[in-house]
């Protein structure tokens, strides 16, 4: 497997995600129905379209190969034996309809290729109809289809659909690995910017990159004080008043989680004076370190992985800030 992009740069991190792939593509025996979840950002898209592109790919070498007429046309999305649907801008209109027009064409055999690939973006937008209507596909393929499907969690489709399928996992990248992909987007960003919105979002590039390019990061970076430091206060009110930006800006929660949770760790390096810090906001953690308890640190810090956990198991917006704030006020023994 060829993990080179069709811009030339290589397809970064996930190790793991790529050798689940590369040992099936290289032998022949890519599962008709695999299915590639994480965060959004996290280049499930991307992988898709080169995992494609590598399936039609007629070269007997590394595929794909970048030179043979295949790959001439998948990247410009006009090879006849790719099809593309869903994604954020229609997830709205991924429903049953379309799964059904895709079952009747699953059965054309293909153009030009040994495989028709099916790229499905987003499958959690899929309603339950839409759902059953794609297992009758995944339980009997046509023998020249390969489906490859995103989500965010595979927890968020049917067990019937999800247990006929082939899981790979993505996931952020190193921050220093992120922030080689996030430089060649925005070359003239500090390199301290580029590696703060790196941190910020786990190495998730994508939601870097959106939130370096709309001045998001901004936001996110100066909500952290204020949460560090209704935390510690002493009345609830405070960190009320501090999470309530959040309630217009879910899509930012997962960079404040990712925030606390550094800001905490340096806390905890704080109590036994050593470094290096490496969150967002030393003065939080400092301040954090002299209200908290080294139990009542590893206390909230156990809370910020059980509302990771809560997110990724879709809770609804306005429970989990309430869920944020008594939580954490809780670990924090207020
Ligand atoms: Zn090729």
């Not at 709309?214 to 560090?228: C, E, N, T, V």
């Given at each position: 497997m060829n993990w080179t992009l069709p811009d030339g740069s290589v397809f970064a991190g996930n190790d793991a995600a790529k050798a689940a792939v590369a040992a099936r593509l290289d032998s022949g025996t890519l599962p008709h129905a695999l299915l590639l979840e994480g965060p959004s950002g996290s280049g499930r898209r991307t992988l898709a379209r080169l995992i494609a592109?590598?399936?039609?790919?007629?070269?007997?070498?590394?595929?794909p190969c970048g030179v043979c007429p295949a790959c001439h046309k998948a990247p410009r999305s006009i090879h006849p034996d790719i099809t593309e649907l869903g994604g954020s801008e229609e997830a709205r209109s991924f429903h049953i309809d379309a799964v059904r027009a895709l079952r009747e064409e699953a059965y054309i055999l293909p153009n030009e290729a040994p495989v028709r690939?099916?790229?499905?973006?987003?499958?959690q937008a899929m309603t339950d109809q839409a759902q059953n209507a794609l297992l009758k596909l995944l339980e009997e393929p046509p023998a020249h289809v390969r489906l490859l499907l995103t989500c965010e969690n595979r927890s968020q489709l049917l067990e019937t659909v999800r247990s006929r399928l082939f899981s790979v996992t993505?996931?952020?990248?190193?921050?220093?690995?992120?922030?080689?992909?996030?430089?060649?987007?925005?070359?003239?960003?500090?390199?301290?910017?580029?590696?703060?919105?790196?941190?910020?979002?786990?190495?998730?590039?994508?939601?870097?990159?959106?939130?370096?390019?709309?001045?998001?990061?901004?936001?996110?970076?100066?909500?952290?004080?204020?949460?560090?430091?209704?935390?510690?206060?002493?009345?609830?009110?405070?960190?009320?008043?501090?999470?309530?930006?959040?309630?217009?800006?879910?899509?930012?929660?997962?960079?404040?989680?990712?925030?606390?949770?550094?800001?905490?760790?340096?806390?905890?390096?704080?109590?036994y004076d050593c470094g290096p810090l490496i969150s967002t906001s030393p003065e939080s953690a400092t301040l954090l370190a002299q209200n908290l308890t080294r139990q009542q640190l590893l206390a909230a810090l156990d809370v910020i992985a059980e509302l990771q956990a809560a997110r990724a198991r879709n809770i609804n917006h306005t429970l989990f800030l309430t869920l944020l704030c008594s939580r954490l006020r809780q670990a924090a023994g207020k």
């Amino acid at each position: 497997m060829n993990w080179t992009l069709p811009d030339g740069s290589v397809f970064a991190g996930n190790d793991a995600a790529k050798a689940a792939v590369a040992a099936r593509l290289d032998s022949g025996t890519l599962p008709h129905a695999l299915l590639l979840e994480g965060p959004s950002g996290s280049g499930r898209r991307t992988l898709a379209r080169l995992i494609a592109a590598a399936a039609v790919c007629r070269s007997d070498g590394d595929r794909p190969c970048g030179v043979c007429p295949a790959c001439h046309k998948a990247p410009r999305s006009i090879h006849p034996d790719i099809t593309e649907l869903g994604g954020s801008e229609e997830a709205r209109s991924f429903h049953i309809d379309a799964v059904r027009a895709l079952r009747e064409e699953a059965y054309i055999l293909p153009n030009e290729a040994p495989v028709r690939v099916f790229i499905l973006c987003d499958v959690q937008a899929m309603t339950d109809q839409a759902q059953n209507a794609l297992l009758k596909l995944l339980e009997e393929p046509p023998a020249h289809v390969r489906l490859l499907l995103t989500c965010e969690n595979r927890s968020q489709l049917l067990e019937t659909v999800r247990s006929r399928l082939f899981s790979v996992t993505l996931g952020g990248i190193a921050p220093t690995e992120a922030v080689t992909v996030l430089r060649r987007h925005l070359p003239d960003r500090t390199e301290e910017e580029l590696l703060r919105a790196a941190t910020l979002w786990g190495g998730v590039v994508g939601q870097a990159l959106r939130s370096l390019q709309d001045g998001s990061y901004r936001d996110i970076l100066d909500l952290l004080p204020p949460i560090a430091q209704g935390i510690a206060a002493s009345t609830e009110l405070q960190l009320l008043k501090a999470t309530a930006p959040l309630e217009k800006a879910k899509d930012a929660v997962p960079a404040v989680l990712n925030g606390l949770q550094l800001i905490l760790r340096d806390a905890l390096f704080c109590r036994y004076d050593c470094g290096p810090l490496i969150s967002t906001s030393p003065e939080s953690a400092t301040l954090l370190a002299q209200n908290l308890t080294r139990q009542q640190l590893l206390a909230a810090l156990d809370v910020i992985a059980e509302l990771q956990a809560a997110r990724a198991r879709n809770i609804n917006h306005t429970l989990f800030l309430t869920l944020l704030c008594s939580r954490l006020r809780q670990a924090a023994g207020k």
